[in-house]
């Protein structure tokens, strides 16, 4: 599956997230989405991209390593990254995915701000920081993307 319709996807359950258990599983399954288009592009992509995506894709694989996925049903699915097969436009899905991961920032602090679980708490200010890496590192690869001329499918 595309990078931009795991993208949609990942925004269309980050919408239905019920509850903290279930935003912090979401945010989970959006860093294993920048890890997995990261790696992508570094094995397909432009060379130039090489470096910008290996560091997205460490800094999604660090993310997932740390953030705990709670348990019960929605810790359970399916990592919806692992359906990537390919990224038909790199600026428009890194576009895509700072917008989702900024997303996953903005419903993490309403979540910190909700809770009096002191471990759900934070759970939740680990996962804006591994969210605002992740734009960090989305943000140095589209500075490359956008220097080099307008490219095409990568897989």
């Known amino acids: 599956?595309?990078?931009?319709?795991?993208?949609?996807?990942?925004?269309?359950?980050?919408?239905?997230?019920?509850?903290?258990?279930?935003?912090?599983?979401?945010?989970w399954q959006a860093q294993a989405l920048a890890e997995a288009v990261g790696g992508h592009l570094a094995l397909h992509g432009d060379p130039a991209f090489r470096s910008a995506a290996l560091s997205l894709c460490e800094a999604g694989g660090r993310a997932c390593g740390a953030l705990q996925r709670p348990a019960g049903v929605r810790a359970a699915a399916p990592v919806r990254a692992a359906r990537l097969s390919g990224v038909?436009?790199?600026?428009?899905?890194?576009?895509?995915?700072l917008a989702v991961l900024g997303e996953v920032v903005v419903a993490l602090v309403a979540a910190v701000c909700a809770t009096e679980d002191e471990e759900l708490?934070?759970?939740?200010?680990?996962?804006?920081?591994?969210?605002?890496?992740?734009?960090?590192?989305?943000?140095?690869?589209?500075?490359?993307?956008?220097?080099?001329?307008?490219?095409?499918?990568?897989?």
């Not at 599956?1 to 945010?27: K, P, S, W, Y």
């Not at 708490?121 to 001329?149: F, H, M």
């Open 121 to 155: 708490y934070w759970q939740c200010i680990d996962a804006v920081d591994a969210a605002d890496e992740s734009k960090d590192r989305v943000r140095a690869l589209l500075g490359v993307c956008d220097g080099l001329s307008p490219g095409g499918d990568t897989g």
């Open 1 to 27: 599956m595309d990078a931009a319709r795991l993208i949609v996807a990942t925004r269309h359950a980050l919408d239905r997230a019920r509850d903290v258990g279930d935003l912090i599983a979401e945010a």
């Open 88 to 97: 038909r436009d790199p600026r428009a899905v890194l576009r895509g995915l």
